[in-house]
């Protein structure tokens, strides 16, 4: 058997601007125990990563776009090269153990229910960042910090995934650009019936927001849009209703509890709990909420669409899966 027949994994590693960092995401590869093609999706980088992929010795195949298309729209964009069993997601800031890849294949091969292995991601001095995705009871997916049996869904920075159940269930959501494409399709595969597996045996270094800066207001834009969208696709109707309008009511109650706020005397409280202090985050800034809410009204004739798709295609109900696993 040649290299080439026993490989069964394509790595995409979607890049932007990753002069700084993805030479190491690519050393790591080229050191895997685990034959396997490497694919770099370039989203238009403008800062010498392209003449970097070109001299690299490991010689990846490079998808350059002509814009940048972000993650999920990265991931997207590959699939259509990706013509090996198995699929594997990796931010161009992860440099995986060398045992990785093969831990990963090794638990999809034993376990023909899963159709996704996530992995552990560690920060560079070695604590957990996440073993997965949990989905918490107001519909967030959160990463999961402590080694357990079963999770939600994988983690989309360091993940392999069936390249047939991945299309089966529609692919990535490229319309997300960054963040909560590995939440939606997550679900989209526990709708299908499909597992989703932790491995623990699998790990990889993760810097984690070295392209976008957790906490900025592009981060919350995305995240909380996305957020949104991925409830209204995939889960039980009533609630992606009541998170859109929670997210609605408290957009409109921001001004009226920064006004109370500045009035309120020290020791003397409002009713409805108007005078409790409001975040500095970006996500509670009342501009990025009202642009979240009209972006999300713009997708949402396509949201709907893909709903009614998603759940003409599920085995499992959208209401036996939110009872499983929100909040777990």
């Known amino acids: 058997m ?12 979607v890049t932007w601007r990753g002069r700084d960092h993805i030479e190491a995401c690519l050393d790591a590869l080229a ?14 980088s403008d800062d010498g990563t392209a003449a970097l992929l070109a001299a690299h010795p490991a010689a990846p195949e490079v998808l350059r776009l002509r814009r940048n298309l972000g993650y999920a729209g990265g991931i997207a964009a590959a699939l259509d090269r990706v013509h090996t069993p198995y699929v594997a997601w990796l931010n161009d800031d992860a440099a995986p153990a060398p045992g990785w890849l093969g831990a990963l294949e090794a638990a999809l091969d034993a376990d023909h229910g899963a159709a996704a292995a996530s992995s552990v991601l560690r920060t560079p001095d070695g604590r957990v960042q996440s073993v997965g995705v949990r989905l918490t009871a107001d519909g967030h997916g959160a990463d999961a910090l402590k080694p357990v049996d079963a999770v939600f869904g994988f983690c989309g920075g360091a993940a392999l995934l069936r390249a047939g159940h991945l299309r089966s269930v529609g692919g990535v959501p490229a319309h997300f650009f960054c963040y909560y494409e590995d939440t939606d399709t997550s679900w989209r595969l526990r709708l299908a019936g499909h597992r989703v597996i932790p491995v623990i045996s699998a790990s990889a ?4 927001g070295a392209t976008t800066l957790p906490g900025s207001t592009r981060f919350h834009l995305w995240n909380e849009r996305n957020r949104l969208l991925t409830l209204l696709r995939c889960a039980p109707f009533s609630v992606a209703a009541r998170e859109l309008a929670r997210f609605a009511a408290i957009t409109f109650a921001l001004p009226l509890r920064r006004a109370v706020q500045a009035r309120s005397r020290p020791g003397q ?16 800034r009342v501009a990025v909420r009202l642009r979240v809410l009209a972006e999300v009204a713009v997708g949402l004739p396509a949201a709907l669409h893909a709903r009614r798709r998603i759940g003409q295609a599920a085995r499992v109900s959208r209401r036996e899966v939110w009872r499983t696993w929100a909040g777990a």
Do not use: W
Request: aromatic share 2%; proline share 7%.
């Open 2 to 13: 040649t290299a080439s027949e026993r490989v069964r994994s394509t790595v995409v590693v």
């Open 269 to 284: 409280a409002a009713p409805g709990g108007l005078d409790r202090k409001v975040p500095e985050a970006a996500n509670f």
């Open 31 to 44: 050191a895997q125990d685990c034959p396997h093609k490497t694919l770099v999706v370039d989203n238009a």
């Open 205 to 208: 270094s993760h810097l984690h």
